[in-house]
């Protein structure tokens, strides 16, 4: 057998001899691409503008690169944009460079006051071509920041907006397939203040002033989706002394930037949740954002738990602020699991914890007794797979350290839920969930 693949090498290099193809060395096969003429030519360019510089990424946000690429004029080539800090007037420093007869130029430089770039966002605010820049500023270690738009215009870049902000949030808020600019910012006299500002025709546009329920600092969340009238909107969940969250809800709504959730418009406010951990979202997946409501649910005398027990209602707000219920979850955060709830059972059910096992049934109406429907286990062991499919419980889902499994009670049938039911009702939380990112 090793004759014969000798053999069979040997006739292939003839052939490939007779081809006239050329054998390349081993290094040549194995070599790294060189990286073209253009680029060397970026690179010469970054070290020149570097001189006496460092390099100063943006902090926050989904654009933390030194050097980022962006379309600002639309001609569907990138453009390199370089972060950098000195330690003369205005230290700070973007440079914008651009392919120009295969090299690269220095188009423009933008030159700000500030310790730092905060974030930058890349979107189209106009209906000219490209992208326009999107820059906050840490000033310095105050809360309140600069944030500028800028735009490229004839190759030079232009300023066209500038404010001061605490959070601020790129989106299409009054669906005109462009983004604004929605600004939160902290006032002295106001909890906290929202504005909106547009492009239309090379025209800034800013709108009125809105209120917030919180002062900005208390911001923990920023959540942009639609209400269930299909509008945009922008939702910030706020903290109440560190022990609830509200959120405000920002929306155009008759061509007016309204808080739709607490505005004089609509004469409503979201209410504030006692559950500190739970913040807009869509639970549902059919594209609205729906908002908490907590239920607490009464315990059953067996309860090992001290901690009171809470279903959580889900709905969603219209444009006039109106609520429409959308489901019900018992939500179970330290386990990292929730299950999804017939809302005719929410008034009488209760769920009893021992240890890893959460028993969910229903109160008779003598209010004394209950029903058992259902049980479900959180299993960790190592004999987690074994004990999962014993006393007739099936696997509802599995983590690389827990099996979730279930067994469903006699009186389950009375009230429809069936095993599939189950398996289609019970999730996984995901884990950004228990954070407090913006």
């Known amino acids: 057998m090793k004759q014969k693949r000798i053999l069979l090498c040997l006739l292939l290099l003839v052939a490939t001899l007779l081809t006239g193809c050329n054998i390349r060395a081993i290094n040549e096969l194995y070599c790294i691409p060189s990286r073209s003429e253009s680029h060397r030519n970026l690179q010469s360019q970054i070290n020149r503008v570097m001189a006496g510089l460092e390099y100063c990424a943006p902090n926050v946000g989904e654009n933390r690169q030194t050097v980022q690429t962006v379309d600002l004029n639309g001609d569907n080539e990138d453009e390199y944009v370089l972060f950098a800090r000195g330690t003369a007037e205005n230290p700070l420093r973007l440079f914008v460079f651009s392919l120009v007869n295969e090299e690269f130029v220095l188009l423009d430089t933008i030159y700000s006051n500030g310790d730092a770039f905060d974030q930058v966002e890349y979107v189209q605010m106009d209906d000219r071509p490209g992208m326009e820049i999107v820059l906050g500023r840490q000033i310095s270690n105050q809360v309140v920041r600069n944030v500028s738009v800028y735009t490229l215009v004839n190759n030079q870049i232009e300023q066209i907006v ?3 902000y605490t959070k601020f949030v790129c989106a299409d808020i009054d669906q005109d397939t462009r983004s604004e600019l929605l600004i939160l910012r902290s006032d002295p006299a106001e909890n906290g203040i929202a504005e909106l500002f547009g492009v239309d025709n090379g025209v800034v546009e800013r709108s009125q002033e809105v209120n917030m329920s919180e002062p900005a600092d208390a911001i923990k969340r920023i959540m942009v989706g639609k209400l269930n009238d299909g509008i945009h909107a922008v939702y910030v969940a706020s903290s109440i002394n560190n022990k609830a969250i509200i959120t405000d809800i920002f929306a155009m709504v008759n061509g007016v930037f309204t808080n739709v959730s607490f505005s004089n418009e609509s004469g409503t406010s979201v209410q504030t949740l006692r559950n500190y951990y739970v913040y807009a979202d869509d639970i549902d997946e059919d594209g609205v954002l729906e908002l908490p409501d907590l239920i607490t649910l009464r315990s059953p005398e067996d309860q090992s738990s001290p901690e009171s027990q809470y279903l959580i209602r889900w709905y969603a707000m219209t444009s006039t602020g109106a609520e429409v219920d959308k489901l019900y979850t018992y939500h179970n955060f330290i386990g990292g699991w929730y299950l999804q709830l017939n809302g005719n059972l929410v008034n009488k059910i209760y769920v009893s914890q021992q240890g890893n096992a959460y028993a969910f049934g229903v109160w008779n109406d003598d209010g004394e007794s209950v029903q058992r429907l259902m049980t479900v286990f959180a299993l960790t062991g190592q004999k987690r797979e074994e004990q999962a499919i ?13 099996v979730y499994a279930a067994n469903l ?17 019970f999730h996984l939380i995901l884990q950004d969930w228990n954070t407090g990112e913006t």
Do not use: C
Request: charged fraction near 30%; proline fraction near 0%.
């Open 390 to 402: 014993i006393d007739n419980r099936f696997v509802l889902k599995r983590t690389e350290s827990t």
């Open 409 to 425: 009670d006699v009186a389950s049938a009375t009230y429809g839920i069936t095993k599939e039911e189950l398996l289609k009702s």
């Open 162 to 164: 500038t404010a001061s």
